[in-house]
């Protein structure tokens, strides 16, 4: 019988967080970042409030979604727990749909 190969822990940030991941949640971060930026430039300026707002909802999706990713994360990392203290899936689950409707 043929033993399936062992997958590799992906290499992991000071926050426990993948390397990848972490660079991802960065770049969103800093993406949103430069959108409230603009937001305040608009601001400043004067600019129509229906453009504020709609940039404002921009900003706000992006990070909404930077959130669910780092719930993710979360999630994968109760899961990747050793088997005696992991929680079951739908415990995570629970939490995690806890966490993303306190976001609403």
Do not use: F
């Not at 992006?62 to 929680?87: F, I, K, M, W």
């Amino acid at each position: 019988m043929k033993q399936a190969p062992l997958s590799r822990p992906e290499p992991t940030s000071a926050a426990g967080l993948p390397v990848e991941r972490k660079a991802d949640l960065l770049h969103r971060l800093r993406r949103a970042e430069g959108q409230v930026r603009g937001l305040q430039r608009l601001l400043e300026e004067g600019a129509d409030c229906a453009r504020i707002a709609q940039q404002l909802l921009a900003t706000r999706h992006a990070l909404d979604s930077t959130y669910v990713r780092l719930n993710l994360s979360v999630a994968e990392q109760e899961l990747a727990q050793p088997g005696d203290v992991a929680p079951s899936v739908g415990e995570v689950l629970d939490r995690l749909q806890t966490r993303l409707g306190k976001s609403r």
